[in-house]
């Protein structure tokens, strides 16, 4: 794929599926993608299910730095986040009799107690996130329409979605953001995740406990079979995604590359050495997904938190400023899946090429050499961990409290499985039925539990291969025929962070 090709297709992402508080980086010099049947992390039951696993959740987690995906993987989210739950200075407050049953009452809308006593998502909440992910879906497929046509140099394309099109498709819009005010429970629990987050300001120990005993490395993270290391297992939404047999349609015709180039960013046009000339592509097709990112061991809550400070004032994961900068300013919060990628060259270029399967990274030469940016220098307690203390996580005793069965022993396969109970609202008990046909329950926002189950690897005398350095990438032109490629990651720029609240009681 040429230069001006890769920066049209780009540019209509952008326009799809970023939005004012997010950003896309795009792996376009080193794709990324994985044969479907590599996919199934909630329940992987092969060495190279659970490698997949392991390089998915070390993509996901690293910091994207910019348009073009170029990260660094010597320090991960999850460093990150348990460097701040271990070193965080947290305020001091507790919660009036009031207060208390407010926050009860709020807590139990939003979760419930499960199995073994470990809490879980309540249906009102599973329901939520079934219809705020239709009503995304819905938003997409209205933006996709739109760029299509506003792109278009089609006369009859144009006049289709001014004529009847846009109104069809913002019809579609208006009806799933209205079913998720009314069988998505949108109104109650908003109402108490945000009655939840100002009480939690007043008992902020409390609140801290909570997201430690979710992210303790002993209990809840995994070990890469190719390294020994351990990771903080990272799945997507719904987690069947990749089995649905019907994703929608991502298209660029020839004749729409100029136009869609003129209409790029500079931030966009400044990665490639020249946006000029005439594209070899005819058209560009594929089906996408987007799906949102589930981290059982991470509240991104945190980041917003007010009640927390470091020691040293000097230490930020981020300015808030547009574009923030600081340790670590930015996370992915959902990636973009591609499938069944077609490219076909015009006549004056060779044979059209058929299905691909997946990208191919940008050609050498018409990408700008330009330096990463420079963070600050990351805390010493914020480097990932050794050898050592990897090996002393994944082998010491679960703690007697711990609140998620796992561990990441050899020979031993991960089961996750999302439950909820029933719960009552409004005085009536709610039930959720899948919006969909799908082949597994269609559940946007389970909460996790994870356990053994009777081994399934199979034995090979090793625990995984030699150790590995970095999660590995796609070839250009892999053997498989069913991969699922990384179009782009979505990215959430942090908040001020930490932003401590002045008039809270510190010591």
């Known amino acids: 794929m040429d230069a001006l090709a890769q920066l049209a297709l780009m540019t209509k992402a952008k326009l799809l599926f970023e939005s004012s508080d997010t950003f896309l980086s795009f792996p376009a ?15 992987p039951a092969t060495i190279p299910q659970m490698q997949a696993f392991a390089d998915f959740s070390t993509w996901t987690n690293a910091l994207p730095q910019g348009t073009l995906f170029q990260p660094t993987l010597d320090n991960l989210l999850w460093d990150v986040y348990q460097g701040v739950l271990q070193n965080g200075q947290v305020a001091q407050g507790s919660l009036t009799a009031s207060q208390t049953a407010t926050l ?8 419930t107690q499960g199995p073994n006593g470990v809490l879980v998502d309540t ?32 006369p009859n394309a144009q006049a289709a979605w001014q004529n009847g099109g846009e109104a069809a498709a913002q019809a579609e819009v208006t009806a799933a953001e209205s079913a998720w005010e009314t069988m998505g429970f949108k109104v109650q629990v908003e109402g108490a995740q945000a009655t939840v ?73 400044n990665i490639f050495e020249t946006t000029t000339g005439d594209s070899t592509i005819d058209s560009l097709s594929f089906e996408y997904c987007s799906v949102a990112l589930r981290r059982p061991w991470f509240c991104a809550e945190l980041f917003s938190a007010r009640f927390w400070r470091f020691s040293d004032p000097t230490v930020q994961l981020s300015d808030g400023n ?46 700008k050499a330009a330096p990463l940016p420079s963070p600050h220098p990351m805390p010493v307690f914020f480097r990932p961990l050794v050898a ?24 031993r396969t ?70 699922v490629s990384i179009l782009a990651f979505i990215c959430k720029p942090l908040p001020k962070c930490p932003n401590p609240d002045p008039t809270l009681t510190w010591t």
């Open 123 to 154: 249906p009102a909440v599973v329901a939520y996130n079934q219809y705020q992910q239709a009503y995304f879906a819905a938003s997409e497929e209205y933006n996709n329409q739109k760029v299509t046509a506003s792109a278009s140099t089609d």
């Open 388 to 411: 050592s203390e990897a090996h002393a996580l994944t082998t010491a005793a679960p703690a007697p409290s711990m609140e998620h069965e796992v561990s990441a022993v050899p020979g």
């Open 322 to 367: 547009d574009p923030p900068t600081g340790n670590w300013p930015a996370y992915i919060t959902s990636v973009v899946f591609a499938r069944n990628i077609v490219v076909k060259t015009n006549a004056s270029a060779p044979t059209p090429t058929p299905t691909l399967h997946g990208f191919t990274p940008l050609p050498p030469g018409i990408v």
């Open 104 to 111: 009860q009452a709020a807590q139990a809308v939003l979760s």
């Open 29 to 43: 010099s080193t794709p990324i993608s994985y044969p479907s049947d590599q996919m199934d992390f909630a329940n």
């Open 197 to 269: 987050q100002t009480l939690s300001s007043q008992s902020p120990q409390l609140k801290w406990q909570s997201w430690e005993a979710l992210c303790n490395p002993a209990t809840d993270f995994l070990t890469d079979p190719s390294t020994n290391s351990v990771f903080g297992p990272t799945l997507f939404a719904p987690y069947d995604v990749i089995s649905q047999p019907s994703w929608p349609n991502f298209s660029i015709n020839g004749a729409d590359i100029p136009n869609l180039v003129s209409q790029a960013p500079p931030e966009l046009k």
């Open 414 to 483: 991960l089961v996750l499985e999302p439950r909820f109970a029933e719960t009552a609202i409004a005085g009536r008990t709610i039930a959720v039925a899948p919006l969909a046909q799908p082949s597994k329950p269609f559940i946007m926002d389970p909460v996790f539990r994870l356990r053994l189950s009777a081994a399934t690897f199979p034995s090979n005398g090793t625990t995984g291969a030699a150790p590995a350095q970095q999660p590995t990438a796609a070839p250009s032109s892999p053997a498989q025929s069913d991969e």
